[in-house]
């Protein structure tokens, strides 16, 4: 098990790299841009007086993404929100290396396509840098989520960060790695 390389990483130092390369002009194969973490967060500003149910939505996460959820808590007090400052607002998780390429391609090809109405991802969602960001709106569409847990639903956010200095860097990396975009 020491040995196994991730679906996606190989992907991408076989085909992405040559492909990227060609395309950009790059001299050396460190100059391709490469996808460097994922962060998984999600906010429990609603849910912040269940404790209950925000140990359930840590477990879906970890079970998600692998690896346990850190709380974040608020900065500052907001009456509006009825937020203090110190209360529990948001889990996040930071992924590398083999759990970032793991939980990428189980996005790509297994939870994306399971979505209800799925029609790609926007294209618009892509920073000056090349980082991408994607909004779902319920943790169902993943295989390890029981569906005793599909009543309590919250939605989360997943930013890739890329090494890329562009948008269309950014977007030509995840396109290649096989990310399902909308067609224009």
């Not at 912040?48 to 879906?60: H, P």
């Not at 608020?74 to 509006?80: C, D, L, R, T």
């Not at 793991?102 to 892509?126: E, H, N, Q, T, W």
């Amino acid at each position: 098990m020491k040995n196994r390389i991730p679906r996606l990483l190989d992907k991408y130092r076989k085909e992405v790299i040559p492909a990227m390369r060609s395309k950009f002009g790059y001299e050396s194969v460190m100059a391709v841009p490469k996808m460097t973490k994922v962060v998984v967060g999600a906010g429990i500003g609603r849910f912040s007086k269940d404790q209950k149910l925000i140990d359930r939505i840590k477990e879906d996460i970890s079970k998600i993404t692998g690896q346990k959820p850190a709380v974040r808590k608020a900065k500052q007090s907001i009456a509006g929100f009825k937020v203090r400052e110190g209360m529990d607002v948001g889990l996040m998780v930071t992924l590398r290396g083999f759990r970032m390429y793991d939980f990428i391609d189980k996005l790509i090809s297994v939870a994306l396509p399971r979505s209800r109405d799925f029609r790609g991802l926007k294209v618009s969602s892509f920073d000056k840098e090349g980082n991408y960001n994607i909004g779902l709106r319920e943790q169902t569409i993943f295989p390890e989520v029981s569906y005793e847990s599909a009543k309590d639903i919250f939605g989360f956010q997943i930013t890739i960060t890329t090494s890329s200095k562009s948008r269309d860097e950014g977007a030509e990396l995840l396109s290649l790695m096989g990310f399902p975009f909308e067609r224009k």
